[in-house]
Each structure stands twice: as C-alpha cells, then as structure tokens.
C-alpha cells in the first residue's frame, strides 16, 4: 500500500481526490476537516496522478504525483 505524506499545510483538508492523468476521477476521500500529514491511497497502477485538496478554509490545491 501506497502512502502520500503531506508536508507545509498549516489547516485540515477536509476532501481529497486522486485523478489519473486524464482527468477520470479514480477515487476520493472525505477526511473532515483533520490536519493530516499521511494518507494511505489504494493500490493504484504505476503512472502519473493528480491529487486535489479542498481544505477547511475553502482553498483548492491541485499537485501531479508519480506512482512508481
């Protein structure tokens, strides 16, 4: 099992959702509002993602993740 460590985000996230590289929704989680530094994903193929996290203060951040 994959894990994603997140680092240098000061407010919980409270929605994160894995993309592959076309843009198909592959899987989303509800995390309430936690401030969380580890996220265990699903297994996934090796190739490019795209992670997107909705934090509690509303912000949306997009980043591009490799799955080796």
Do not use: H, Q
């Amino acid at each position: 099992m994959k894990v994603l460590k997140i680092t240098g985000l000061n407010i919980g996230v409270k929605k994160m959702v894995v993309f592959d590289i076309e843009g198909k929704e592959i899987v989303s989680f509800s995390l309430k509002g936690k401030k969380i530094t580890e996220i265990k994903l699903p297994p996934l193929k090796s190739g490019a993602y795209i992670i997107r996290l909705k934090t509690t203060d509303g912000a949306s951040i997009r980043r591009e993740i490799m799955i080796e």
